[in-house]
């Protein structure tokens, strides 16, 4: 059920390296594929032949002119119709925040609020976008030439016109994405240092990896150790540990630590609970240690935080 003839210098998805925050590879397929899912938004476009997609959405049949947006964690295989061509653009979501944080600059607070629009404007997991075979037509130029960059390791030399082709490519798409309305309010007004971004490969999502992503967000506020999520997926904690990085792009722990800012984040916004009381409440029992891993990721004390937070309501 693996990948086949691979096209225009494209790379198997496991071989996907990491070459920044924008890859992309040409494949064509001839036999069923997945599902598989990524940490990572996939845009795929088709360029040639024909599939049955099976996705959140059920099974959709795609063709020539059609874009499948998939958002991160999805899970999503095919069925060729005899063969199918894709160019899949793979997009690091630490990436994408950041533009909706732009897009949206005079409005949001901070990248923390602009993950959380980001969650609640594209509430589909799944898209079948259709684009019709002109359009495609005409950025299939644009799709080569990204391929190429990415592939050949030419990203950080040539990254700004990664990006323009990225944007090009974006600014063809999005009318046909489907978002949800959301009223954005003056009362997000500061901004702070953006989050650090990530180091990581491009790897399909094991199901244990997923399992233990899930256990932590479920319950972040848990005394959790490695050898509980071991358990919890019958591996050792240096296999678990490995399954988890590659996938996540960093440790179990330290994506705990993420979802605890997180979580403060919204405490501190939302209600007047003591710091020390939210900081309990997530999980972290010294403030000390709880302050310093706050602050290496959104950026201030959370202090600090509250009040910034008080000043833009």
């Not at 958002?71 to 899949?88: A, D, F, R, S």
């Not at 990006?163 to 309305?181: E, G, K, N, Y």
């Not at 490969?201 to 999520?229: V, Y």
């Not at 939210?278 to 600090?304: C, D, K, N």
Request: glycine letters at 6%; charged letters at 25%; a positive charge.
């Amino acid at each position: 059920m693996a990948a086949e003839q691979e096209v225009a210098g494209g790379r198997s998805e496991g071989e996907l390296g990491r070459s920044g925050p924008i890859s992309a590879s040409t494949r064509t397929f001839h036999r069923p594929v997945g599902p598989v899912a990524f940490d990572c938004v996939k845009v795929i476009v088709v360029r040639d032949g024909s599939a049955i997609l099976f996705s959140e959405f059920g099974r959709r049949p795609v063709t020539v002119g059609d874009v499948i947006l998939l958002c991160t964690n999805t899970l999503c295989g095919c069925e060729p119709e005899g063969h199918i061509t894709v160019t899949t653009i793979y997009m690091d979501t630490d990436y994408l925040v950041d533009q909706v944080f732009w897009q949206h600059v005079g409005l949001l607070c901070d990248r923390l609020d602009a993950r959380e629009l980001a969650s609640a404007m594209y509430v589909e997991p799944a898209q079948v976008l259709r684009l019709g075979e002109q359009r495609v037509g005409m950025v299939m130029p644009w799709l080569d030439e990204l391929v190429r960059l990415t592939v050949d390791g030419h990203q950080y030399r040539k990254f700004n016109r990664v990006q323009a082709l990225w944007f090009s490519l974006a600014d063809m798409i999005a009318p046909f994405v489907r978002v949800s309305p959301v009223r954005l309010t003056r009362s997000q007004r500061e901004r702070i240092r953006p989050t650090l971004p990530r180091h990581r490969r491009f790897n399909p999502l094991r199901t244990e990896a997923r399992k233990i992503a899930d256990l932590l967000r479920s319950d972040p506020a848990r005394r959790w150790t490695l050898d509980d999520l071991a358990g919890e997926i019958h591996l050792s904690v240096s296999q678990m540990t490995r399954v988890f990085t590659d996938a996540f792009g960093k440790t179990p722990l330290a994506y705990l630590t993420i979802i605890r800012a997180e979580e403060l984040a919204k405490l501190l916004r939302d209600n007047d609970l003591p710091i020390e009381a939210a900081m309990r409440q997530v999980g972290w029992h010294s403030r000390g240690h709880a302050s310093q891993l706050f602050r290496q990721y959104v950026g201030i004390t959370p202090v600090e935080y509250r009040r910034l937070s008080a000043v833009a309501a």
